[in-house]
């Protein structure tokens, strides 16, 4: 029998919250504070108090939390920030709104994340800032990424958008360990509203100050504007979703986690695929659960997969120096991630799939294999 499996089922998670979320949304539309109400205020100190971190400062999405991290710390014009190659477009589009320029270094073919040594080595005297983007929900060596920060006095910026609620080996949450975190509240994401949001993460009173100012027209005051800002705020229908849904997150963090072991019992023995690693150095959130897939099969899997109704989806095509309109940044340094384009898959990964759906999804990739040799 065929089923039909998708990366993520908004509208069955929805259900599950209608009736309880309803009457808070309905509540919060009579009220008529839908800008910077004490709804957004209350998920700020909400997600602050999960977190640990002192200030959350909410925006209109992850990309401009991105943006508006960079404006916060005075990145301008000729300002070098390094990012990964293999990665989601936001982070490298900000940096070139700005003016500055991107440094794309390669990441470790295990874990996808940026590689510490080649990061030393991509350091000039014009460097500014780094940014660790915690692909698919995790981690490496971050100690060691901030003591090479500290000792060239470069800012670290995390890119937290699939990681919000990771942790790593200390037990400290990702995103409130460099400088400055960065989330997004996309509906895909591992804490998700029902449209566009965001937020910044910082230890620091100063610099919250500003991001705050930055995120809504460089004013502290309405109408006295001191510093160039943006407008980009959370909605407050969006706060309440938010509110409703963060008590949630540990729950749908640990069904995801239980759904990659799984994952991983049922392939381990398979010898065509190579599977996702947890590294030493996080409590991995599973944003993703991504397999690596050798000769050129990686397409045909997914073929494959689609034709017996599961989606798989491929995170990401290009790397980011291969990507049309920043291709003038492509470094031939970038091997690892250039390889890695062709060979990932990204595996349905959410918290309504059930132990027959896994079952499923890895016999069809047994099959695939089997049907090949
Ligand atoms: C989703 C995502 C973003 C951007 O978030 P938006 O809210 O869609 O702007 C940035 N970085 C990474 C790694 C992401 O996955």
Known sequence: ???AIKMIDLPAEYLQLQSQLLPKIDALLLSGNYIQGNAVKEFEKEL?????VKHVISCGNGTDALQIALMGLNI???DEIIIPAFSYVAVIEVICLLGAKPVLVDVDPTYFQLDNHLVEQAITS?????????LFGQCTNFDELLKI???HNIYVIEDTAQALGAKNH???FLGTIGDIGCTSFFPTKNLSCFGDGGALFTNDDELAKKIRMIANH??????HHEIVGVNSRLDSIQAVVLSHKLPLLNTNLQKKKEIAHLYINLLEKEPNIELPKASEYTEASWHQFTIKVKDGLRNPLKTFLQENGIDAMVYYPKSLGQQTAYQHFYSSKNLVSDQLCTEVLSLPIHPLLTEADIIYICK??????NAES
Not at 48 to 52: A, H, R, V
Not at 126 to 132: E, G, H, L, S, V
Not at 364 to 369: M, T
């Open 1 to 3: 029998m065929t089923r």
């Open 48 to 52: 602050s108090i999960y977190l640990n």
């Open 76 to 78: 301008k014009a000729g």
């Open 126 to 134: 014009k460097t500014k800032a780094i940014i660790p983007v915690h």
């Open 149 to 151: 920060a500290k000792q």
């Open 170 to 172: 200390k037990n400290q």
């Open 218 to 223: 460089g004013q502290s005051k309405k109408y």
């Open 364 to 369: 069809n990739i047994h099959n695939f294999f």
